[in-house]
C-alpha cells in the first residue's frame, strides 16, 4: 500500500539530494544512489527509537467484527555488522553477513483492550538492503521473510510482503516526534481480509 503526494506514486530514486520534493519522471541516469534508500530508511527508524503505546483496532472482512487491541512496543536502531543483522543474514542464506546496513529491533506486549486478556508477547528483527527488508519472521509465519519498501516522504514508509498466498500491505506514518500512525490491509486471492488501523504514541 503505497502513499502519494499530489497523486505522484514517489519512491526513494525520485529525492534529490537534500530535496523533499517528488520528480514526476526518471531521467536516463538515477536522480540519487542506491544508498538513498539506506539513508531514509535508517533516518525513518532513528525517529521510531523508544517506547510506544499502539492502541489498534482491526476489522475482519467482509463481516466487519471489530478486535480492539493494546500493545506495548520497544524499538531499537540496529546498526551494520551488529551481531543481530550477522544472524538474520544467516537466517536468509546470504553469504555477506555486512550486506544489511541498518535495521531495527522491535519487541511488543499485547493486550485485548476491552477484558485486558493477555494476547501476545515477542519480537523481530528488521534488515536493510536496498529497497529490500529482511525479517526474521512474520505477522502470521515463523519463518524468515522479506518485504519491499517505498517512501512517498521522508516520514511515510510503505511496505509490501507476501507469503502463503497472502499480501500485507502497510502503511506507517510518523506525526511530529511523538505520534505515529499505521494502517494494514491483508489480502488473499485478491480479497481484503482485515484491515488494522493503529495510532501509536511514544512513551519514551
Known amino acids: 500500500m503505497t502513499s502519494s503526494v499530489q497523486n505522484l506514486t514517489v519512491n526513494p530514486r525520485l529525492y534529490h539530494q537534500g530535496v523533499n520534493h517528488p520528480v514526476e519522471k526518471l531521467t536516463e541516469e538515477p536522480v540519487v544512489q542506491l544508498g538513498d534508500y539506506d539513508r531514509l530508511i535508517s533516518d525513518f527508524f532513528t525517529r521510531s527509537t523508544g ?23 520497544k524499538i531499537q536502531v540496529l546498526t551494520q555488522g551488529c551481531a543481530e543483522l550477522r544472524e538474520l543474514a544467516r537466517l536468509h542464506n546470504i553469504e555477506d553477513e555486512m550486506l544489511m546496513t541498518c ?8 493486550k ?4 485486558g486478556k493477555p494476547m501476545s508477547a515477542g519480537s523481530t528483527i528488521f534488515g536493510i538492503q536496498g529497497a529490500v527488508m529482511y525479517r526474521d519472521r512474520g505477522f502470521a509465519t515463523p519463518k524468515p521473510i522479506t518485504a519491499t519498501f517505498s517512501f512517498s516522504n521522508p516520514e511515510t514508509l510503505a511496505l509490501r510482503t507476501e507469503y502463503q498466498g497472502s499480501v500485507f ?3 506507517v506514518k510518523l506525526i511530529g516526534d511523538k505520534y505515529r500512525t499505521r494502517q494494514t490491509i491483508i489480502s488473499r486471492a485478491g480479497e ?3 484491515i488494522g488501523q493503529y495510532i501509536e504514541k511514544r512513551i519514551v
Open 51 to 73: 517506547e510506544w503505546r499502539s492502541e489498534r483496532r482491526y476489522f475482519t472482512l467482509p463481516d466487519g467484527k471489530v478486535q480492539e487491541v493494546e500493545s506495548l512496543l
Open 169 to 171: 500491505e502497510e502503511e
Open 112 to 115: 485485548n483492550s476491552i477484558v
Open 103 to 110: 535495521g531495527a529491533f522491535v519487541s511488543w506486549d499485547s
Open 192 to 194: 481484503q481480509q482485515m
